[in-house]
């Protein structure tokens, strides 16, 4: 027997709590289950393009044109 | 320096930053005329809204004010003259935040105008913004008649002297409580200050009312003031600026210290950045416009109005005031909520004085972070009125806009090189 | 002026917010023929830019500030009535709820733990392009992963591999779609009772039909953790499985340890069997198409996914009852004709190739194990879950119906004897798949060949899989115990 670390033991002791990134039909499952989740609306980073237009109904959402790579690249070296 | 070592000196010093702005202590302290009170504001200067731009570029509204403005101080006879002066290079143009002040829309601040002060007594700091005209036909939107000047110079010698002495006699008006108090009675403080408006004038009344002995004036004061849905628009403008001005210049941050825009130009400045703009054109507001008018009206986004939006209020308390999310969308209670929420994301935390009943209490979202600007895609929201794309003819609507991504990612870019990991 | 009539209506004393009245005026303005409409409070300055717009009568020109004017101009009288109805209508209407809408959600991995502070688990989902990136953020944050994208690069699945060791975190995938964490079914996965076997699995359908198969015979699943199908390969060498078999090992709930995977890299083989030596629990391996590995005394070798269970079960072997290859017999068919097995279990699809071979069967697929494959067989086993499937179309799993036309060719080809499918249920399967299989069989016309089926789920699944083996008996299907069952059946189907 070995020690297992902490994190991987909380997450086997239950209960799961789930962050969904992508996919909703995920979050939807586990909430019919009863297991809390959250579901996160994700875009691609640094999406792409001009601000253009005004703020629909998804308020000042960005079509999810493609990120920018060396936007990308700095973000991650800022920690972001 | 490291990945890691930067983004731990990013959150360091933006936490440092976000300490600033909480520690503010914003006091509407007087009433002053500009060439006296603003250092270095002398000769024939004029300070506009924006980053710099000169006469060729200025759309518009903002050159009409600037001949309206000429007209003003008396240094032409008439806008033809004025315009003229102006092409010819004979005054000379700089942005209000170059000088600790700011404006609504074309912004305009000349010497002989009078300017409200708010005092960031924490910080030592002074904060200047002119009065507000009131709606229809004025400067701010680029109207530069006979009736407008007749009011600004009514402004300058009637209204200004009397409020500044009774905001004197009363010692200031400490702004941060009314701003708590005006979220929780529906205002955004960008698009709608009905509330704190009224609050305000509650608390002057009685020191106006010691100041001013002719009862007539003293009418006219209380009409002013309460006919005017907006006037505290300028107050919670100057309370913006005195915020931010101490967060300047915090060595490793990348909190947003000014949004504004010329009618041309939209442009920020970073912190950890210094007093570099990073501008980018301005973008079309969408909203709803008054009878008669269409978006074919409208002059692009315009104002330093948005230094609202930087501490924490405008577009990103939303969700205190139901009514202006009608502007834009659906147009339901809960859009508004979902706003506030948008701009949640792009802060680095949540002002625990400036709280919103309709989000169980929470506070406004504040500290601009550029990094999450561009991370998530999600630029700010700015609550806006709209000016008619020619001079002299006032606002023609309201609505929101978006602050242009290029702004974020040029500054990103430079952040980086600054940190040392570009 | 415009052309057209114009006219004004006057509200004494209704009050109603500017931005609401706005609101109104843009909506009356959109009907057809009406060139202008404006409501206002009738203010002095609201009058004057009515007047200036040319819609201030003499009818509204003495309304004061507490009444409300309705200005509209429209091309002709029948316009501008409608317009006035459609103004007075807007205008009682306002009062009454906003209207339900759906909630808010983050944007964001730092949002969403703000809503949700005990999260433990992150599932990323994201095109493949992005999908290291949001993991990252995830294990830098504390949370283990369930990777479910694909198209992720073998050189970030090593680098996140490693940092999930380092922050003692599991990181399951990437092309990770199934897991079963403290009876909790993540992704595609079964409602199986909690008991004392542990499952660690390189694939899905891998380890949902072990799964079921353990909880139909009685028993119960501690945990089912998925690794990815590289975490075997010479790159990554086996970090996450050798991460989840520590887990497992010290799980006071586990006793029994079973290991489904492809065959894997020889050196990283060595190193999974040294940590199964160090074990005291009992371990079974099933690496479908691999031959004999050397284990450790405490482990045996699985050569199905249904030996696997069985074997985990203390050997409790359960083969396929004799009376499914009698059904199956009983049926019309082909002598000599051809195999095609259609399958959207990669796993399965592998199982059954296995059993075929066993059998001296050979075969064509596009996935083939090591050391089958045989084109000139005329059988056939394709798995419709492989990427050149699925590419721009939805996994067969969530959508059935992409089984339909090969299914349906296969019934209509007079070469064909003998059809070989899956039916996969669970959480984030189709609701009904069965059913899909049963419409394109209730839809041949004439002989068919015989069909044979196995359905990996459970009576808890959401399907309910009685219902669902009723549904295919029904339609004249074939329904065995097992996947390995049903492809057995096949074998000798086509031996007799």
């Known amino acids: ?80 | 320096m490291t990945a890691g070592d930067a983004a731990a000196a990013v959150e360091a010093a933006n936490a440092r930053a976000v300490e600033r702005m909480l520690a503010a202590d914003p006091v509407l302290a007087d009433v002053a005329v500009a060439g006296e009170a603003i250092a270095g504001l002398e000769g024939r200067t004029v300070l506009h809204a924006g980053p710099p731009i000169g006469w060729p570029d200025m759309c518009g509204p903002m050159r009409g004010a600037v001949a309206g403005a000429i007209v003003l101080e008396g240094w032409a006879d008439d806008l033809e003259s004025a315009g003229a002066l102006a092409a010819a290079g004979g005054v000379a143009f700089h942005p209000n935040h170059r000088f600790d002040a700011v404006g609504p829309m074309t912004g305009l601040t000349t010497p002989s105008m009078p300017v409200m002060v708010v005092e960031n007594r924490a910080f030592g700091n002074r904060a200047f913004c002119t009065l507000n005209e009131g709606l229809g036909k004025v400067m701010r939107f680029g109207g530069n008649d006979a009736e407008v000047l007749a009011r600004l110079r009514w402004l300058a010698d009637g209204f200004g002297p009397a409020f500044g002495a009774a905001l004197r006699e009363a010692g200031g008006i400490a702004l941060k409580p009314l701003i708590a108090r005006g979220l929780s009675m529906g205002d955004e403080m960008h698009q709608r200050n009905v509330a704190c408006t009224s609050l305000l004038l509650r608390a002057i009344a009685p020191a106006l009312a010691r100041v001013v002995d002719d009862r007539a004036a003293l009418a006219r004061l209380f009409e002013f003031i309460g006919g005017n849905d907006q006037f505290f628009l300028n107050v919670a403008m100057a309370m913006g600026k005195a915020i931010m001005d101490p967060v300047r210049g915090i060595a490793g941050s990348s909190v947003v210290t000014a949004m504004s825009r010329n009618g041309t130009m939209f442009g920020i400045r970073v912190s950890g950045l210094g007093d570099r703009w990073f501008t980018a054109p301005v973008e079309m507001p969408r909203g709803l416009y008054f009878p008669g008018f269409s978006e074919a009206d409208a002059n692009p986004d315009m104002g330093d109005s948005t230094i609202v939006e930087t501490v924490g209020l405008g577009g990103f308390a939303m969700a205190a005031a139901p009514a202006v999310a009608g502007f834009v969308g659906a147009g339901t209670a809960a859009d508004a909520l979902d706003y506030t929420r948008a701009m949640e994301e792009i802060a680095v935390a949540r002002n625990p004085e400036w709280t919103i009943p309709a989000l169980d209490f929470a506070g406004v979202p504040t500290g601009i972070d550029i990094r999450k600007v561009v991370a998530s895609g999600q630029a700010p929201t700015i609550n806006t009125g709209i000016a008619h794309r020619e001079a002299g003819i006032g606002q023609v609507g309201a609505g929101v806009v978006r602050a242009p991504m290029a702004c974020f990612e040029q500054a990103l870019q430079a952040f980086a090189a600054e940190m040392g990991v570009a | 002026m415009s052309e057209g009539a114009a006219a004004t209506r006057t509200r004494a004393g209704f009050y109603l917010d500017s931005v609401a009245l706005m609101r109104i005026s843009r909506e009356v303005e959109g009907l057809a023929g009406v060139s202008a409409a404006s409501l206002m409070m009738a203010s002095p300055s609201n009058k004057e830019l009515l007047r200036d717009a040319g819609l201030l009568d003499a009818a509204s020109d003495g309304a004061g500030p507490n009444d409300l004017v309705i200005a509209i101009r429209a091309e002709g009288g029948d316009a501008l009535h409608a317009a006035f109805e459609a103004a007075e209508a807007a205008l009682a209407g306002r009062s009454g709820g906003g209207g339900q809408r759906q909630g808010w959600n983050p944007r964001s991995l730092e949002t969403a733990l703000r809503a949700l502070p005990a999260a433990n688990l992150a599932i990323v989902s994201v095109p493949g392009e992005f999908a290291a990136r949001e993991a990252r953020r995830a294990l830098e944050r504390g949370l283990n992963v369930m990777l479910f994208s694909d198209n992720v690069a073998i050189g970030d699945e090593v680098a996140l591999k490693a940092l999930a060791r380092e922050r003692g975190l599991l990181m399951m995938g990437p092309d990770c779609g199934t897991a079963i964490i403290a009876g909790a079914p993540i992704g595609f996965a079964n409602a199986v009772p909690r008991g004392d076997i542990g499952l660690i699995a390189a694939s899905g359908t891998g380890l949902q039909e072990v799964a079921c198969l353990i909880a139909r015979a009685g028993g119960g699943i501690s945990h089912g953790i998925g690794v990815g199908g590289r975490d075997l390969g010479a790159a990554v060498g086996g970090a996450m499985t050798l991460a989840a078999l520590d887990a497992l090992d010290c799980d006071p709930a586990t006793r029994r340890i079973v290991l489904i995977s492809k065959p894997p890299d020889p050196g990283t083989a060595r190193r999974i069997a040294a940590r199964i030596a160090d074990s005291d629990k009992r371990f079974t391996l099933c690496c479908i198409g691999m031959a004999k590995m050397d284990l450790p005394p405490n482990a045996a070798q699985a050569t199905t996914l249904r030996a696997a269970a069985e074997d985990a079960r203390a050997g409790a072997g359960a083969p396929e009852p004799a009376r499914t290859l009698r059904e199956a017999l009983g049926r019309p068919h082909r002598k000599g004709g051809a195999l095609r097995g259609l399958y959207s279990g990669g796993s399965l699809c592998a199982e059954a190739q296995a059993v075929l071979t066993d059998a001296g069967i050979g075969f064509a697929s596009n996935v083939p194990i090591p050391g089958a494959g045989d084109a000139r067989s005329g059988h056939s086993l394709i798995d419709l879950g492989a990427d050149e499937y699925t590419r721009g179309r939805p996994h067969p799993m969530i959508e059935p119906a992409v089984r339909d036309t090969p299914l349906a060719a296969a019934l209509a080809d007079p070469a064909v004897a003998v059809v070989l499918a899956d039916v996969v249920l669970g959480h984030g399967a189709h609701p009904d798949p069965a059913g899909r299989l049963a419409a394109v069989l209730a839809a041949h016309e004439g002989e068919a060949p015989v069909v044979i089926a196995s359905v990996c789920g459970t009576e808890a699944d959401p399907q309910i899989r009685s219902d669902q083996v009723a549904a295919l008996r029904e339609a004249g299907i074939v329904v065995a115990e097992s996947n390995a069952g049903a492809a057995e059946t096949a074998a000798a189907l086509l031996a007799g």
């Open chain 1, 1 to 80: 027997m070995r020690d297992r670390p902490q994190p991987i033991q909380d997450l086997l002791d239950g209960p799961v709590a789930v962050v969904n990134v992508g996919l909703a039909r995920f979050a939807r499952t586990l909430e019919g289950q009863g297991i809390a989740a959250v579901q996160v609306d994700w875009r691609p980073p640094a999406g792409g393009g001009p601000g253009g237009g005004g703020p629909p109904a998804g308020v000042g959402r960005r079509p999810p044109a493609g990120g920018d790579r060396r936007l990308i690249d700095l973000l991650d070296r800022l920690g972001a």
